[in-house]
């Protein structure tokens, strides 16, 4: 990432106004391409037992599956970065769509488990390419509704996260292949749509603006502003990681019985899709760095009550309604606060998808020393840290305010 000495003012990062990025179907299709990528997240874990029959693995081996999706992830996202400007955004997402298919499609019909695993890897590139794709082109392409164009557009992927999981379950894990095929070829009609996306990247629409802004931001540097956005993505994946992995085991631990504690961590991951959905028109109405802040501290009073055994799995619920906007109103603010610094969303995609890979080993030690039951303290003091992180980058980035 090339740095400059300090933090620029806002510069409104946006298309010209003649020439809409998406048209109303290429909206659309984004929007099921994410619930396509939410799906494909999520159908990994479901298919695990499945996995371990045919290819006779063990459970930290088949759960590689899923790491070989993230690792080709942030690769998509870094490969689609570099690329973006350079090539048509269609053919950058067309790439995407058709590298994901493909890998489905070979995950599907590998013959052996490495096999299986490179096409994982290869599913994830495409993966990545579309998650940091589309962020990247709604967070610039929609001026003021940007921020609430991208929370429904993440909402969509819950929508997918949900339904995933719940195929899996309605068919089996034991047809998990034609599932993957199904998915493979779901992807294609997709391709169509993207004659309504704008080939060209948006170029910002007042670049002189944002060299008058320089220094405005309380001479912090632009290092240090895109440093903190990276903390706070990191963190608040980690936490949205923490409590959908270990929400079962702290609910089981503290008395309740496990369908119980397993219908609670859907509906966790429920009230995080609902919660992007109500955010887009809050979006239209309050600044990204309110509704972050406002999100921060909920989620921080959420896992503090989930400390309560009898309160647990309702604040679990209002962790999910809390840190549902953080995503995606977090990137139109980066864009604004460092509208000259193009690689900025990429980095914070790419550490995001990392914090959420690292999140369960981290997680697992601190839990190891402390306990089960400790596990919505743990997460509280992370949350703490995403609200200090927010209230830091509120006060660098105050010309964002005013300019």
Known sequence: ???????????????????????????????????????LQALYGPAIPAFRDEFVLSPSAAGLGLSAHFVGGVGGVLLFDRLYGRIGNRQLLG??????????????????????LAMALLAGLGFGGIDYGLNQLFAIGFGRRSAAMLNILNAHFGVGAILGPALIGVVGSDHYPAIF?????????????????????????????AESGRGLVLGRSLGSVLAMFVALYVLHVG?????????????????????????????????????????????????????????????????????????????????????????PTGLPWLNRAAPRARRAGAVVI????VGGVAAGPALGKAIEWSGIRAVPLLLCGISALCLAATLWLIRATRATTTH
């Open 1 to 39: 990432m090339t740095e400059r000495p300090t933090a620029q003012g806002v510069a409104s990062v946006q298309a010209a106004p003649h020439t809409p990025v998406f048209s109303p179907a290429a909206v659309v299709a984004s929007c099921v391409g994410f619930v396509l990528i939410g799906a």
């Open 95 to 116: 790439s995407s769509y058709l590298l994901m298919a493909v890998g489905a499609a070979g995950f599907a019909l590998a013959p052996n488990w490495p096999i299986g």
């Open 181 to 209: 095929l199904g998915f493979a070829l779901v992807n294609l009609p997709l391709l169509l749509c993207l004659r309504g996306v704008r080939d060209r990247a948006p170029e910002p629409a007042d670049a002189t603006r």
């Open 239 to 327: 936490i949205e990681a923490g409590v959908g992995g270990w929400e079962p085991t702290h609910l089981e631990t503290v008395g309740y019985g496990a369908g119980v504690a397993a219908t609670a961590t859907s509906v966790y991951w429920l009230m995080m899709t609902v919660g992007r959905f109500l955010a887009a028109p809050i979006a239209l109405r309050f600044s990204a760095q309110s509704i972050i802040t406002v999100s921060c501290a909920g989620m921080t009073v959420c896992l503090l009550l989930a400390s309560v055994p009898g309160l647990a799995p309702y604040a679990y619920a209002g962790v999910g309604l809390f840190i549902a906007p953080i995503f």
């Open 350 to 353: 790419a550490a995001s998808m």
